[in-house]
């Protein structure tokens, strides 16, 4: 494969586990409200974080500094062609975690 098209594809690659990253971030706070203690009262928001997603997204961060150096592997040699499905595999990873943590059931309060 020429240089310049596995720079790309691993670049590709990259963006893709950063982009799962940024959606995992998106899913680690959830907003809930309260009833009001007095008849009188106004409800109270609230803010709390919800677990698998500050998990999946540590784990998606760490698939992407592979991927990140998966990138740079390419940039400065020739990483062996029997590793591109390795490096597949990350951003596969990436996205079946964004899609089981997004398929999660919220807690209700």
């Not at 020739?78 to 990873?93: D, E, G, H, K």
Request: charged share 5%; aromatic share 6%.
């Amino acid at each position: 494969m020429p240089k310049p098209l596995r720079i790309a594809a691993s670049a590709v690659i990259t963006l893709g586990c950063a982009a799962m990253v940024l959606l995992l971030a998106s899913q680690t706070t959830m907003t809930y409200s309260l009833p009001p203690r007095t008849s009188g009262g106004e409800a109270s928001k609230h803010v709390t974080t919800f677990g698998p997603a500050v998990v999946g997204t540590g784990l998606v961060v760490a698939l992407t500094v592979a991927a990140a150096g998966w990138l740079v592997w390419n940039v400065v040699r020739t990483p062996p062609s029997r590793l591109w499905p390795v490096a597949a595999l990350l951003l596969i990873a990436a996205v079946v975690v964004q899609l089981v943590v997004a398929g999660m059931a919220r807690p209700t309060f």
